[in-house]
């Protein structure tokens, strides 16, 4: 997808299509982390702490129920 950039008073935007935050699970109000490596640019969204360690506990508990089942799937 090739997007541009949007003049918004003195500087620019970059509109994010609602498709787009809904797969990475954004709103409007959800904050980005940017980092750059002076040639591109990486929009993390910033997740709650406490949602981010249940997300951790329960792939965790996936790896330790079907882990094995996932390595002979991935040959």
């Known amino acids: 997808m090739v997007k ?3 003049k918004h008073g003195n500087s ?3 509109v994010i299509d609602k498709p787009i935050l809904e797969l ?3 709103t409007g109000d959800t904050p ?3 980092i750059s490596d002076g040639r591109s640019l990486v929009l993390t969204p ?3 702490a406490a949602i981010e ?3 951790t506990k329960a792939v965790e508990m996936v790896h ?3 882990g094995r089942a996932m390595k002979k799937l991935a040959k």
């Open 12 to 14: 620019y935007a970059l």
């Open 32 to 34: 980005f982390e940017i």
């Open 53 to 55: 360690r249940k997300f």
């Open 4 to 6: 541009h950039l949007t």
């Open 64 to 66: 330790k129920r079907f």
């Open 24 to 26: 990475i699970q954004a």
């Open 46 to 48: 910033v997740r709650d």
